[in-house]
């Protein structure tokens, strides 16, 4: 029985002891300095940060560590390439006559080794230099070819072919006794100097009758007299890769195809070009080419960089001509023979008005005239030089007849001394070039604020508070300007008057709450409520006249300051009330006691704010935390965890007295009976014996 009563005894002592510990631990917790907590925030914050800075610098260090392990990479040399001997070109022997191959039998014994019989040329060494493809303007079969020597040495051209040159596909077979010099050319032609249906003014190397040449899908093969490909002209598809037979109302080009002065191969067309200049031609002929001459090299495109050195040009009138000069280089003047199928040219791309009285002054400036009706748009500048070479310059002129526009934007209402305005503005040809601010205050005179202003812009007041009325004018690229405009994009009403300060302010309480009202500011917007005490904190702000405090404690002394705000941010005076909460104390009888401090009477400051000074509240309590006011008669509260914890060790003290009491009672009665026992269990022994 008393084993169980131990146990019960035991779990009640040790739930309570948890019990009494558990509430002790949160009263102390919650009694705890705030000071020494945000000490061990700190010092908290000041270990991670030093852990932090350990962690990075190990890293850095691990980092700096494993790139200094590795290995370097050896420079690998580069292989040398094996040297080859020098071969020098074997010289070059004019041959005068074919020579053919000896016949060998099986059965004949050679006595002596026998020159190999190379053929008369090698290839590329004659090449087809210019073809007359299209005939002349004196008889469409006014044709010629000429081939070239590379070589610094005569070539017998005797039995030579050049397949594809004569009626019907056909070849040419180069008679005996025909040779080309050294460097010179070889002409083939149709007719010769002295006939009417010819414009050669020099007599060919070769007349002959049956030359026929395709206008398109040409391909002449020159062969010699081995039967071996020396050269070839063209591809064979389409159209001829270079020369011109192009015509147009009252003229007719017939310009030869060229090859350049690199030939290079024959079939690919970048190394033929179309006839640039007229050589050993008749006088009145307007063909170009070179026969029996050096071919003219390609003249280079020529390059436009501005007109009239602007770049690109803008125009805002179209009603008249505008003459300018286009500025660039390598121009070529009019090659005045041919006429009109030869001049220097300038045109505005997709307008259709070819620009006239095109004059050259020099190979980098030209003059024009930009023709009356040009549409409004963006047009490319093309300059065609007189060997029909062309530059383009892109975006080059532009017609622009639309005014930009924009569009200001500023704050409705300020206190400050400067504000910001911003703007839009847009032009979709020549773009905008400037911006002007101008604004009139109070509706008086309007006036220039800025010139060539970028968004945004910081407009300062000088004229004092009013209403300032603000618009812009935008001016673009090609001289256009926007209107003047007699409204406005924009009003800012500058504000530096103070509104009144909070009138009739008066404090009711109550248990747990501080009610503040007051005279409502038709000029204020809202208002803000500061509380001076431990410390001083903006605890609220509102639209209302009224406002309720019920973040307070009974029996402490509170001041409050009220401050009103207008639209512009101007802040009043300082409106000043102090009030307390009463103290409700609940007495040992039952009954119940109220505290109630003195109230102090609302205080507001009279005199006005300066201009565009912020009022903030000012009055702060001496020391933190103080409670300003009259001390107040406050319950120190009952510490039940500790009468509890002192009531439990008592009754463990009582339970060990008692337990060793029982337990020594318990004992002396064992030795007792113990002891009854033997006394008689000894006489059971002594009556057994008698």
């Not at 890293?59 to 094996?82: F, G, H, K, R």
């Not at 909460?581 to 401090?597: A, H, M, N, S, Y």
């Amino acid at each position: 029985m008393f084993s169980k009563i131990k146990k019960v005894f035991i779990i009640t002592v040790v739930f309570g002891l948890i019990w009494q510990f558990s509430f002790s631990g949160i009263e102390r917790a919650m009694a705890a300095d705030k000071t020494a907590d945000e000490q061990n925030v700190i010092a908290s914050k000041s270990i991670n940060t030093g852990e932090n800075s350990n962690s990075d610098s190990a890293a850095t260090a691990a980092t700096d560590a494993q790139d200094n392990q590795t290995e370097p990479i050896e420079p690998i040399e580069p292989a040398v390439e094996p040297s080859l001997p020098e071969i020098k070109d074997a010289p070059k022997e004019s041959v005068s006559q074919a020579q053919k191959p000896s016949t060998v039998s099986a059965s004949s014994q050679p006595t002596a080794a026998k020159p190999k019989i190379q053929p008369s040329a090698v290839a590329g060494e004659v090449v087809i230099n210019e073809i007359m493809w299209m005939g002349s303007e004196a008889n469409s079969a006014d044709e010629w070819l000429e081939l070239r020597n590379m070589t610094s040495g005569a070539i017998d051209l005797s039995g030579w072919v050049i397949t594809g040159a004569a009626y019907s596909g056909g070849d040419l077979t180069i008679p005996t006794g025909k040779s080309i010099p050294a460097l010179g050319y070889f002409l083939v032609a149709n007719y010769n100097q002295t006939s009417s249906d010819s414009v050669l003014n020099i007599s060919p190397d070769w007349q002959i009758a049956s030359i026929n040449l395709p206008n398109s899908a040409i391909q002449f093969v020159l062969k010699d007299n081995l039967d071996t490909p020396i050269d070839t002209a063209d591809d064979g598809v389409g159209a001829p890769v270079a020369g011109d037979n192009s015509s147009g109302s009252g003229w007719h080009r017939k310009w030869s195809m060229e090859r350049n002065s690199v030939p290079g191969d024959g079939t690919v067309a970048d190394n033929w070009h179309t006839a640039v200049v007229s050589q050993n031609f008749k006088d009145y002929a307007t063909e170009r080419g070179t026969p029996k001459a050096v071919n003219a090299e390609i003249a280079p495109m020529p390059t436009i960089n501005s007109i009239d050195a602007k770049y690109p040009y803008y125009a805002k009138d179209n009603s008249a001509v505008i003459p300018v000069e286009i500025f660039g280089d390598k121009f070529i003047p009019s090659d005045l023979k041919p006429a009109a199928a030869a001049i220097l040219e300038a045109e505005l791309i997709g307008s259709n008005y070819d620009l006239t009285n095109v004059t050259f002054k020099n190979p980098q400036r030209i003059k024009v005239d930009i023709p009356a009706g040009v549409a409004e748009g963006q047009y490319d500048l093309k300059v065609t030089n007189p060997d029909d070479q062309s530059g383009i310059l892109n975006n080059a002129f532009i017609v622009d007849l639309t005014p930009p526009q924009s569009q200001a934007t500023s704050p409705k209402i300020t206190n400050k001394s400067s504000f910001y305005i911003y703007f839009t503005s847009s032009d979709s040809l020549s773009g905008v070039d400037t911006v002007n601010l101008w604004f009139r205050k109070d509706g008086g005179p309007r006036q220039l604020g800025k010139l060539n202003i970028t968004s945004p812009y910081l407009f300062n007041v000088t004229l004092g508070q009013g209403v300032y009325d603000f618009y812009t004018i935008a001016t673009d690229k090609a001289g256009n300007s926007e209107e003047v405009y007699t409204g406005s994009d924009a009003t800012t009403k500058v504000d530096w008057t103070s509104p009144t300060s909070p009138q009739n302010l008066q404090a009711i309480t109550g248990e747990g709450f501080v009610y503040l009202s007051w005279t409502a500011n038709p000029d204020a917007v809202y208002y803000e409520i500061w509380r001076i005490a431990s410390p001083a904190e903006l605890i609220g702000k509102t639209a209302d006249s009224f406002f309720k405090d019920t973040n307070v404690i009974g029996g402490k002394y509170y001041i409050y300051q009220i401050v009103a705000i207008d639209k512009a941010g101007n802040r009043s005076a300082i409106a000043e009330i102090s009030a307390s909460p009463p103290l409700i104390i609940i007495t040992g009888g039952g009954g119940v006691r109220i505290f109630q401090p003195e109230i102090a009477s609302a205080v507001v400051e009279q005199e006005p704010v300066k201009e565009k000074e912020k009022v903030a509240p000012t009055k702060e309590p001496q020391e933190p935390g103080e409670v300003q006011g009259k001390e107040t008669e406050e319950e120190v509260p009952v510490n039940w965890p500790l009468i509890i914890g002192i009531a439990l060790a008592g009754l463990v003290v009582l339970f060990w007295i008692y337990y060793w009491y029982v337990s020594w009672k318990e004992s002396k009665e064992n030795k007792a009976a113990k002891t009854s026992k033997t006394i008689r269990s000894k006489r059971s022994k002594a009556r057994g014996r008698k």
